[in-house]
C-alpha cells in the first residue's frame, strides 16, 4: 500500500476564515509573535508549543517548550483522573499522564477513545517522550470500515513508528516507521493476529539505537535494523531516533472528504449507522494499560538523567537532542517557549509579546496522528489537522464544501476548505483564556 506523509501540506491549504493562523514547515518558520509551529503546521504560542511543536519550523529552536523527559511508569485508566483536555494543560507532566482531544470515557478499568458521528474521533498523547525504550500497550481495537485505531510513537521532528489496524481488517496488525515524516511508502508490513476488536493483545514497541521490535503479546512480529535503513541520497539512517510521545487514537479514515487512497486503504467509507453507533452513539477502542520502560542510557543517545529534551541542531537527527535541565511549563497560553512566564499571574514578563489574536491551542487531528495519514494520495485533500477541544468537535477533515462537511453541521456553510479548523481554534482559545 503506497502511502505518504502529507500533514505538511494537508493544512498548507488551510485558509483561515476567523482565526490568523500561519502555515509553517521547513523552509516557512513562524514569525516570533507566533513562534511555535504546532504538530499541524500552524504557528500559534501556549499549547503550540507543547507537544508536537517543531523546533525546525519554528522561529528558533528554543521557541518550543522544553519535552518532560522518560519516566518508567505503568498507565492504567481505573480513572481518568490522569487525562487533562489539551485547553487544560500547560507542560507540566506531574499532574497529568496524558493529553486529550476528543472525547475519552472511562469505562470498566478501561478509557474508551469514542469516534461518533460528526467527530474526528478521540486521540491522547503521553505527556512525558521517550527516547528510545519498551512500550507496551493492551488494548482492544474498534471495527468498522473506514475506522482506524493506532498506537504510534511520534517525535517533535515526526519521528514515528506505528501500529495500525483498520476496522475492516480485525485480524492484522499494521506496523510501519518513518524517518522526520519523510514519505517513503515501502516500509510498512502486516502481522496476523487473532480479531483484534474482540481480543486485547499487547502490542509492544522496542525500540534501540539500532534495533525497532515489534511484538504482540510477547511474540516478534517484526524487526527492523537501523543499519538497514541508510538513505544513500540524504546520507544519513532514515532511522527514528529522536524523543516521541506515546499517542493512542481513533479516526476516520474513510471519510469521503479524505483522498481516495486514504479511503481505499481504511476498508471504504466509515458507516455511521452501523450497530456500534446505534448501540453507543460512538465507535470505540478500548484502552487497558501502557507501560512505558525508559532507554536509560548513561550517555546519549537515549539517556533521561534531566528534566527535559531540546534541541541544539536543525537536522533533528539523534546528537542534536540535549538531555538537560530546562524548565517544562509554561505560566499561561500566552507563553512560549520564548517567553515560559508570559502571563503569570504576577509580575510583569518581557520578551516577545503575542498579539491578543495569537492561537493558543493547536487544531487537533482527532485520532489522526500525526497527519501522517494519506495513503497514497497525492494532493492536499487529506486536510486532516482540525478537530477541536474535548468540547468541540466537528468534521473538520477535508472540509472541502461537500454535503458531507462538517462545516454545514455547524452553521458556517460558507467556509472553504480547510477554514473550519480556525473556527475550532479560535472557539478553543477563547474558552482556554
Ligand atoms: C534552556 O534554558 C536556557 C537558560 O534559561 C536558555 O537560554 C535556553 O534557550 C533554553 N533552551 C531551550 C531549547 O529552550
Ligand atoms: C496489509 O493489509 C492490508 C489489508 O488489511 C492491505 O491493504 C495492505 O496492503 C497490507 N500491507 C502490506 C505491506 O502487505
Ligand atoms: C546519531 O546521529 C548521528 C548523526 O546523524 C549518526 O551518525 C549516528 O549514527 C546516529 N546514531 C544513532 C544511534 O542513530
Ligand atoms: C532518501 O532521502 C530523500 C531526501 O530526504 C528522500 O526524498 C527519499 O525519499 C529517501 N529515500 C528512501 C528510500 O528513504
Ligand atoms: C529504567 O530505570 C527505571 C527507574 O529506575 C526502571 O524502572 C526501568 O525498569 C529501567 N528501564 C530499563 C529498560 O532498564
Request: net charge negative.
Amino acid at each position: 500500500m503506497v502511502r505518504a506523509s502529507t500533514f505538511v501540506f494537508a493544512l498548507a491549504t488551510a485558509s483561515t476564515a476567523l482565526g490568523q493562523a500561519q502555515t509553517c514547515d521547513l523552509n516557512n518558520k513562524c514569525p516570533q509573535s507566533t513562534p511555535c509551529c504546532s504538530q499541524y503546521g500552524q504557528c500559534g504560542v501556549g499549547a503550540y508549543c507543547l507537544g508536537g511543536c517543531d523546533p525546525r519550523s519554528s522561529f528558533s529552536l528554543n521557541s518550543c517548550t522544553p519535552a518532560p523527559v522518560c519516566e518508567s511508569k505503568t498507565y492504567t485508566f481505573e480513572n481518568l483522573d490522569s487525562v487533562a483536555p489539551n485547553n487544560k494543560y500547560l507542560g507540566d507532566a506531574s499532574k497529568a499522564d496524558w493529553v486529550s482531544s476528543g472525547n475519552p470515557v472511562h469505562y470498566g478499568s478501561d478509557v474508551l477513545l469514542t469516534m461518533a458521528p460528526s467527530t474526528v474521533g478521540t486521540l491522547l498523547a503521553s505527556t512525558s517522550y521517550m527516547w528510545y525504550g519498551n512500550v507496551q500497550a493492551k488494548f482492544k481495537t474498534s471495527r468498522g470500515q473506514g475506522v482506524v485505531t493506532a498506537f504510534i510513537l511520534l517525535s517533535d521532528v515526526k519521528d514515528e513508528i506505528d501500529y495500525e489496524f483498520v476496522g475492516a481488517d480485525l485480524e492484522v496488525a499494521q506496523s510501519n516507521y518513518y524517518f522526520q515524516g519523510i514519505p517513503v511508502y515501502v516500509n510498512g508490513a502486516n502481522t496476523t493476529i487473532s480479531d483484534t476488536f474482540q481480543n486485547y493483545h499487547t502490542y509492544e514497541i522496542d525500540w534501540t539505537p539500532d534495533t525497532i521490535t515489534w511484538l504482540v503479546d510477547g511474540v516478534v512480529a517484526r524487526t527492523k535494523k537501523r543499519s538497514d535503513t541508510w538513505n544513500a541520497t540524504s546520507n544519513q539512517w532514515a532511522y527514528p531516533q529522536t524523543p516521541a510521545r506515546v499517542q493512542l487514537s481513533l479516526w476516520p479514515a474513510g471519510l469521503s472528504s479524505n483522498g481516495q487512497g486514504t479511503v481505499d486503504w481504511a476498508g471504504g467509507l466509515v458507516d455511521w449507522n452501523s450497530a456500534d453507533i446505534k448501540n453507543n452513539g460512538y465507535y470505540y477502542a478500548s484502552f487497558t494499560s501502557v507501560t512505558v520502560n525508559c532507554f536509560n542510557a548513561t550517555s546519549a543517545p537515549g539517556t533521561n538523567t534531566g528534566v527535559s529534551y531540546t534541541y541544539n541542531g536543525y537536522s533533528g537527527t539523534n546528537d542534536t537532542v540535549v538531555d538537560g535541565k530546562n524548565a517544562t511549563v509554561l505560566a499561561s497560553f500566552l507563553a512560549t517557549g520564548l517567553d515560559m512566564e508570559l502571563g503569570a499571574s504576577s509580575g510583569t514578563a518581557s520578551g516577545a509579546q503575542p498579539s491578543s489574536t495569537a492561537e493558543t491551542i493547536p487544531g487537533q487531528s482527532g485520532g489522526s496522528p500525526a497527519n501522517i495519514n494519506s495513503h497514497g494520495d497525492t494532493g492536499s485533500s487529506d486536510s486532516s489537522g482540525s478537530g477541536g477541544s474535548s468540547t468541540v468537535t466537528g468534521f473538520v477533515q477535508g472540509a472541502t464544501g461537500t454535503s458531507k462537511s462538517g462545516a454545514d453541521k455547524l452553521g458556517q456553510e460558507k467556509v472553504v476548505k480547510g477554514s473550519l479548523f480556525a473556527v475550532i481554534v479560535a472557539v478553543a482559545a477563547m474558552m482556554a483564556m
